[in-house]
């Protein structure tokens, strides 16, 4: 076929001025280069497949590691899921829910986690609780997140407002859920059972941004500010463990509700 389509196309030339066979030439040749099949026909002469080279194959991903942004450990972030529109919840979440409406807590309903050990059955994502941003969004079980609240508005925000006479802004925290164990021992972490939050800083409304690690000889203020911020976290959380207690949380302060027996609260 090809060799009838170049003999038609040689006794036509013959006809044509030299401009007009010159034209036709470089059209034959453009044809010939973009097909390595027949030019006449509709199939391509290369099978390119159902996906290209260029295009990666995903197969899931990887193991959730922490989220402490001081950790150094490269991997995946976690992909978070809405919770679905026909998922059931008990009445104690939704009763709970009903608490972060009213402490003004901004909040997404996410997908059930279930990693080995670690999960949470009704997670929700915070992003703020009233004006005050959570950076990055925390991912807790609606107990942890209600209690976090309640400690942010009705401590942290007042000794914020006594000791810098400013609003807080921002709480930037490290790590919320996380699926680990405690640091040097086979125990399931309180981070892994969505139940635990770690607070790097805490910037106001005035420009300050408060490290929670521990501050100089001379400054006095932010002492004071973060001591209060430790006492008045033992009202509401079961563990409160910050600079001071040991080397692993030099630069956080860590919250959680730990249910221990006989109401046993750890303050350090």
Known sequence: MAGTFRAVFLAAARQLKPAA?????????????????????????????????????????????????????AA???????????????????????QLKRLDVAYTDLAPIHEGQCGIDYPVKVSAIGGIQMKPAATLTCDMAATFAAWTKNELVPSARWRYFSGVRTIHQGSSYSCRNIAGEGVLSEHGKGNALDVMSIELNNGDD????????????????????????????????????????????????KNRKNGYRACR
């Open 21 to 73: 066979l010159l034209a036709a030439s470089l059209a034959l040749a453009a044809v010939s280069a973009c097909n390595t099949g027949s030019v006449l026909s509709l199939q391509p002469a290369i099978d390119v497949g159902s996906q290209t080279a260029a295009v990666p194959q995903y197969t899931g991903m990887q193991k959730l590691v922490p989220s402490n942004p001081y950790m150094t450990q």
């Open 76 to 98: 995946y972030p976690r992909m978070d899921e809405p919770m679905s529109p026909v998922e059931q919840i008990p009445a104690s979440e939704t009763d709970c829910r009903q």
């Open 210 to 257: 408060i490290d929670v690690r521990k501050p100089g000889l001379f400054a006095f203020r932010t002492r004071g500010f973060l001591n209060n911020v430790r006492a008045d976290g033992c009202q509401y959380f079961t563990t409160v463990l910050g600079p001071g207690y040991n080397y692993d949380h030099r630069n956080h302060f860590h919250f959680d509700i």
